[in-house]
């Protein structure tokens, strides 16, 4: 399975990132931080770049696993938290997730990297229900969700658990429109 490569999510998450990570004082580089899904790795290496070191990158692919180690990150190979130290918590986790629908033309060998279930937001969800549990007392999430992933599902999810929710950035494409939000409880 060929690792995903940067795309238009990926560079409009990569964007909300660093504007985020810019409202940080220097000595706040210790914050720890959680690139779930992480992929060509170019979220943890935006982090990386503005002098921040605890990053966790966490993916289920093996391949994956494999590149990011070679970057010199800390990795853990797990579906969502599976694998993650149910004591571990981050101040921050950022999520480029799977978005799209159940597409049977879809080559098998891309699914994992794009497809999240039949309804396009399984595997959000799925994260939104564990994550909070991983957050810090002050801890955020930067997630990216699609138009093509019944976002309005997304966000009724989102209220159910009681997270707070922030608009960051947005963008229109030919066929769908990427949101960057921000979540904290």
């Given at each position: 399975m060929a690792i995903y490569q940067p795309?238009?999510?990926?560079?409009?998450?990569?964007?909300?990132l660093e504007n985020y990570l810019k409202n940080f004082k220097s000595s706040d580089t210790k914050l720890k931080i959680l690139d779930m899904g992480s992929g060509s790795g170019i979220q943890a290496e935006t982090c990386k770049k503005l002098k921040f070191e605890n990053i966790t990158a966490a993916d289920i692919d093996p391949e994956v696993i494999k590149h990011l180690k070679k970057s010199?990150?800390?990795?853990v190979q797990t579906d969502l938290f599976s694998k993650i130290n149910k004591k571990d918590k981050f101040d921050l986790i950022v999520?480029?997730?799977?978005y799209l629908p159940e597409?049977?033309?879809e080559p098998e060998d891309s699914r994992l990297a794009t497809t999240a279930g039949k309804e396009?937001?399984?595997?959000?969800?799925?994260?939104?229900?564990?994550?909070k549990t991983?957050?810090?007392e002050k801890g955020v999430?930067?997630?990216?969700?699609s138009s093509l992933s019944k976002p309005n599902s997304i966000k009724k999810q989102i209220k159910e658990l009681n997270y707070k929710l922030r608009?960051?950035?947005?963008?229109k494409l030919f066929f769908e429109e990427l949101y960057v939000y921000l979540l904290r409880t």
């Amino acid at each position: 399975m060929a690792i995903y490569q940067p795309a238009e999510d990926s560079y409009l998450l990569k964007e909300a990132l660093e504007n985020y990570l810019k409202n940080f004082k220097s000595s706040d580089t210790k914050l720890k931080i959680l690139d779930m899904g992480s992929g060509s790795g170019i979220q943890a290496e935006t982090c990386k770049k503005l002098k921040f070191e605890n990053i966790t990158a966490a993916d289920i692919d093996p391949e994956v696993i494999k590149h990011l180690k070679k970057s010199g990150f800390k990795v853990v190979q797990t579906d969502l938290f599976s694998k993650i130290n149910k004591k571990d918590k981050f101040d921050l986790i950022v999520f480029n997730p799977p978005y799209l629908p159940e597409d049977k033309d879809e080559p098998e060998d891309s699914r994992l990297a794009t497809t999240a279930g039949k309804e396009g937001n399984e595997i959000i969800i799925k994260f939104l229900k564990t994550a909070k549990t991983h957050l810090t007392e002050k801890g955020v999430i930067l997630l990216l969700i699609s138009s093509l992933s019944k976002p309005n599902s997304i966000k009724k999810q989102i209220k159910e658990l009681n997270y707070k929710l922030r608009l960051l950035a947005n963008q229109k494409l030919f066929f769908e429109e990427l949101y960057v939000y921000l979540l904290r409880t």
